[in-house]
């Protein structure tokens, strides 16, 4: 339940939430300190600011690890989307080796199919247009094999089919990669292990501060919303449907085969 309500809810609400989450808690940790600082003996801080140092430390080393996955995530998408924009290109010229009347009968197929593949990707988080454009295509791909297939049976279509069906092959199994690299995300684990570290170390720097003066909340806003950017980039980077980093050079990509049947 906390997944599907984690993963549905924008990014920008989550960091927004973390930020003022993360300032409430770094003042109720100053309010504790000055609650122990009245009922106990005043020690010597260096243990507290030691540990803040190596919390701060932990936390940068999982954001830079998040960070990492979700970067990578974002690399691999827009690959795999720039190998299927190549895998149908190579498929559209090498209908050019049948017969015109074969010939034109693929590249109707393979318009309707890019044009199906194109609404899959620019659609943004629609679901239901999303599965629609899915299965729309898994129709024209359908079509197309079972044109290569019937093609292949032809007499002299020997060497058209052997450099067709390869190529098409290729670009219906691309798409179950696709599917696997966009349903890929930081594992949540992770990200709610991030965002305790964040509280924490709110927590400790708030309880480290005796009294919280001007400086020292701009210090620790400075804190939190930079901690909260990070946080952001990496939950959109790991969203390529929704939020403002989108694939575009792959989404580009798939668009620009129009214009190999509109010259």
């Not at 239901?128 to 299965?135: G, R």
């Not at 790991?238 to 694939?247: A, Q």
Request: aromatic residues 8%; positive net charge.
């Amino acid at each position: 339940m906390f997944t599907e309500i984690f993963n549905r809810t924008d990014a920008i609400v989550l960091t927004v939430v973390l930020f003022f989450s993360m300032l409430l808690i770094s003042w109720f940790g100053n309010r504790v300190r000055k609650l122990v600082d009245q009922r106990l003996p005043v020690s010597d801080a260096d243990g507290i600011k030691g540990l803040e140092g190596g919390m701060l430390g932990l936390l940068a080393f999982v954001l830079a690890i998040t960070f990492g996955i979700s970067a990578n995530k974002y690399e691999r998408n827009r690959d795999v989307i720039i190998a299927e924009a190549n895998a149908i290109g190579t498929a559209v010229l090498r209908a050019d080796l049948y017969p015109d009347t074969i010939r034109q009968a693929f590249r109707i197929d393979f318009e309707q199919y890019v044009e199906k593949r194109i609404r899959f990707y620019t659609t943004g988080a629609d679901v239901q247009t999303i599965i629609q454009a899915k299965k729309e295509a898994a129709v024209i791909s359908d079509r197309i094999w079972k044109r290569a297939a019937g093609a292949s049976k032809l007499t002299g279509m020997l060497i058209p089919s052997n450099q067709m069906i390869p190529s098409l092959n290729e670009m219906i199994d691309i798409t179950t990669s696709i599917e696997a690299v966009q349903k890929s995300r930081v594992p949540d684990i992770i990200l709610l292990t991030l965002g305790i570290l964040a509280l924490t170390s709110s927590f400790l720097a708030g309880f480290e501060a005796k009294r919280m003066v001007l400086r020292d909340w701009l210090v620790m806003t400075g804190f939190c919303l930079l901690t909260c950017l990070v946080i952001y980039v990496i939950l959109d980077l790991g969203r390529p449907r929704r939020g403002l980093i989108r694939s575009e050079i792959g989404e580009q990509a798939m668009i620009e085969l129009r214009q190999m049947f509109h010259p």
